[in-house]
């Protein structure tokens, strides 16, 4: 493999951890910014909404995670045990991320005095939200049960599992607001856990990249 190439694959196996830094970066900095509100009380989305303080650094979280998310996808895609659903999803939820990030909500809150009526930005942001939570849940899904049978993969295929039935619970109770007012805390536990999921798939994949150029190095010095 020519070293531009190593290179370009190591940088997009990289985008797998780097989406989930940035974007839990922004939502713990805005989340702190929300003069008047408690850091855990406001959703992700109401973060970066046309009132809230600061929303550019939440935008940023959501495009910044959409982004790395697509790259990251592909790079995926050229690992056999992966198949052809799991990166799409995954490619799929960070496009979602994106159109997240552009298409904002109105209000920072769900509920106030003077809310008249959605936009259609924030009906678009509804739509593709919905969309990015059920990828996220379902790409490590579709990932443990391809890599279940694979030598160097085996051994993510139950905790990928684990992350993602937790997460699909996480987000069972946030869409209930059983847990009102903590509804804002389940959310961020809810997407953390799949964003955990693809950092842990981004670091074996990185391991396995470097065991193959080992490999490769050795067989020509020999």
Sequence with gaps: MAFGEAARDRFLASCGIAGPVVFTAAWVASSLLQTGHAAGSVQLSGLAAMDARDPELMMAGFIGLGACSVAFGSALRRVPAAGTAGPWLVTLAGAAAVAAGVF????????????????????????????????????????????????????????????????????????????????????RVAVTLPLTAEVLIAARLLAVGRRARAGRNARAAG
């Design 104 to 187: 904002r909500r109105d209000h920072l809150l769900l509920t106030g005095a003077g809310f008249t009526g959605e936009s259609w930005h924030n009906q678009v942001h509804d739509v593709v939200s919905g969309v990015a939570y059920a990828a996220m849940i379902v790409a490590p899904l579709v990932l443990a049960h391809g890599f279940r049978t694979a030598p160097d993969w085996a051994g993510l295929s139950r905790p990928l599992r684990v992350l993602a039935l937790a997460s699909a619970a996480a987000l069972a109770v946030f869409a209930s607001g059983v847990v009102h007012p903590w509804n804002a805390t389940v959310q």
